[in-house]
């Protein structure tokens, strides 16, 4: 598998590596569950040396979050780091016996699903009054829509292009964000990222980086999955109405609502980019015209004045 360059090894002399699986995922990586004798572990690497900061940094949120004492969420642990042929890689722990939180949801009790949904809000509490320096919000989103729209354009969809084109063109619609601190931020926090183990508790996985890291995102990113259904287009399961998934879309709605009403007012225009952003990675899936379709449906909220 190439020369390993980097400053910690499980074990120092000859490494013998086997993959058991490659995990599937819409990002800049190949992540791999490994074994080296008996001990296994998940390798994060990049697809190319473009990718390579990227990925550091997002060991660094990883990282980060593992200091935060708390008793609502783990993190895994990363052993080691380094390169190979010039693309970066990190090892960490390997958690088995566990379940990603969409199919915990689709499978647990209610009252199961009640005290998931509990602690989750407690976790977005928690990354809410962890601030640092003023955020870049604002100029960190106008970028976005900008990235967005060259990547749509070369695409041709021009019913998206004709959508972000209008965002850009009425910025002063996000305008308050700008006002905005930085916060403590997981960057994906998907139910496919929440991982559910035998006891019950939660652990955080593959987290991204952010040049503004704020916990807005990280509420957006649920309601991919709450809102959004993307756990189901994702797995081509059939939305389930009276599900654990719509028990806690209408239990974590309360709570938001009445928590963070900022949140609130631009909810749909974060979940529209979430989506947005989905578009690239599916363009050979049968899934792309439901996502599209949910990008401009919550971004044409956004603009009607739809709050959460």
Known sequence: MGRIKGKHHPRKGKINLHRIVQFRGHSGC??????????????????????????????DVLRQLSQIRNNLFRVPEIYNEGY?????????????????AFFYLENCHPNEAISFCDKVFDIIKLFS??????????LANFQKLNDLSHKIKKLNFKDLTKCIEYLISDIKRIEQLSELE???????????????????????VDSLDNDSPHYFYDIAKLYQDLEGHWGYLYNFIPFNPISNVALCHELL???????FKLYSKYHYYFLGLTFLRIVPYVLRSPILEPVKERALRFLDNFMKGAEL
């Open 30 to 59: 190949n992540i791999e569950l490994l074994t080296n004798g008996a001990k296994r572990f998940v390798r994060k690497i990049s697809f190319d040396k473009t990718y390579n900061e990227r990925l550091r940094r997002q060991g």
């Open 84 to 100: 190979m042929h010039g693309k970066y890689f990190y090892d960490m722990q390997f958690i088995g016996n566990t379940q990603n």
């Open 129 to 138: 009054i962890n601030r640092s320096e003023r955020s870049n919000l604002f």
């Open 182 to 204: 930085q916060t403590l931020s997981h960057g994906d926090l998907t139910l496919d990222n929440i991982l559910i183990d035998t006891n019950h508790e939660i652990w955080l």
């Open 253 to 259: 709605t309360e709570k938001i609502r009445k928590t």
